[in-house]
């Protein structure tokens, strides 16, 4: 009798025990997994986000480049990474290497008239020259325009040649074009924006139009226009133009063949 309570007692606490162990392990299990299910969920909501943001960020920036969007001073806040990461990477060369491409082919195949009054018309900045240092400390469009801050770097003479826009420059007077530059550019600013072209590689053109006093104030398409008026008015024909913003290719007279290069930054009307 003693031996049959002694083996029912031991067996009682065996089973106790692999119960209890059980539940531990179970317990210990059970604990990680939603845990690594949440954190996954997270990961995968954020990844979503960030491709929804880059999207959206690529719709906007299409949009600045067709001409699509009203006037706007600054860029979408949430696509500061997005435009700094496009400015600062290889998409921003790849398609400035593009539009030059295109513009030289189109520049090869035109033929002059032999008279020296065919003419190609370069904007400056963010066309020939790269203000980017200038852009960077300012979330690359994240700050409204500051004319006066700007004049100041302006004034620095520090701007770095674009280098498919100096290869194209290089081939249209090769080919013959007269070259008129043609900015937004204070004509105080004069001295210095020739010292920075120069610097960085850019001679021989035969006019560069700043804004004179008349100009001040002017919306840059009508500036623009009106200098291109002049230009056609004093027997020039204008064949080829290379421009960052719209405001710098439309209005009347318009050239025979206009080129856009990118320019997420700012927007110039």
Same mark, same amino acid.
């Given at each position: 009798?003693?031996f049959?309570?002694?083996f029912?007692?031991l067996s009682?606490?065996?089973?106790?025990?692999?119960?209890?162990?059980?539940?531990?392990?179970?317990?210990?299990?059970?604990?990680?997994?939603?845990?690594?299910?949440?954190?996954?969920?997270?990961?995968?909501?954020?990844?979503?986000t960030?491709?929804?943001?880059?999207?959206?960020?690529?719709?906007?920036?299409?949009?600045?480049?067709?001409?699509?969007?009203s006037?706007?001073?600054?860029? #979408?806040?949430?696509?500061a990474?997005?435009?700094?990461?496009?400015?600062?990477?290889?998409?921003y060369? /790849?398609?400035?290497?593009?539009?030059?491409k295109?513009?030289?082919?189109?520049a090869?195949?035109?033929e %002059?008239?032999?008279?020296?009054?065919?003419?190609?018309?370069?904007?400056?900045?963010?066309?020939?020259?790269s203000?980017?240092?200038?852009y960077?400390?300012?979330?690359?469009? %994240?700050?409204?325009?500051?004319?006066?801050?700007?004049?100041?770097?302006?004034?620095?003479?520090?701007a770095?040649?674009?280098?498919?826009?100096?290869?194209?420059?290089?081939?249209?007077?090769?080919?013959? =074009?007269?070259?008129f530059?043609?900015?937004?550019?204070s004509?105080?600013?004069?001295s210095?924006?020739v010292?920075?072209?120069?610097?960085?590689? =850019?001679?021989?053109?035969?006019?560069?139009?700043?804004?004179?006093?008349?100009?001040?104030?002017?919306?840059?398409i009508?500036?623009?226009?009106?200098?291109?008026r002049?230009?056609?008015?004093?027997?020039?024909? /204008?064949?080829?133009?290379?421009?960052?913003?719209?405001?710098d290719?439309?209005?009347? #007279?318009?050239? /025979?063949?206009?080129?856009?290069? #990118?320019?997420?930054?700012?927007?110039? #009307?």
């Amino acid at each position: 009798m003693n031996f049959i309570t002694t083996f029912t007692i031991l067996s009682l606490f065996t089973l106790s025990f692999c119960e209890e162990n059980l539940n531990h392990h179970q317990h210990n299990h059970v604990l990680p997994r939603p845990l690594i299910i949440e954190k996954y969920t997270e990961n995968a909501q954020l990844k979503e986000t960030l491709e929804e943001v880059r999207l959206e960020c690529t719709s906007w920036r299409f949009s600045v480049e067709a001409n699509n969007l009203s006037p706007w001073k600054t860029i #979408p806040e949430e696509c500061a990474d997005y435009v700094k990461e496009y400015m600062t990477g290889k998409s921003y060369k /790849i398609e400035l290497d593009r539009v030059a491409k295109e513009a030289r082919v189109y520049a090869n195949s035109v033929e %002059l008239s032999g008279e020296g009054n065919d003419v190609w018309v370069f904007d400056v900045d963010e066309t020939l020259l790269s203000n980017l240092p200038y852009y960077e400390q300012r979330g690359y469009g %994240l700050e409204v325009f500051d004319g006066l801050e700007f004049d100041k770097w302006v004034d620095k003479a520090s701007a770095s040649a674009i280098e498919s826009s100096l290869k194209l420059y290089e081939e249209v007077l090769r080919l013959g =074009f007269k070259v008129f530059l043609l900015t937004g550019r204070s004509e105080k600013q004069r001295s210095v924006t020739v010292e920075n072209l120069i610097k960085v590689g =850019f001679h021989d053109w035969d006019k560069l139009v700043l804004r004179g006093t008349e100009d001040q104030g002017k919306l840059a398409i009508k500036y623009k226009s009106e200098k291109r008026r002049e230009m056609e008015e004093q027997g020039y024909k /204008i064949v080829g133009n290379s421009g960052d913003q719209w405001s710098d290719l439309l209005g009347t #007279p318009i050239s /025979i063949r206009s080129f856009k290069l #990118p320019n997420p930054m700012y927007y110039i #009307p």
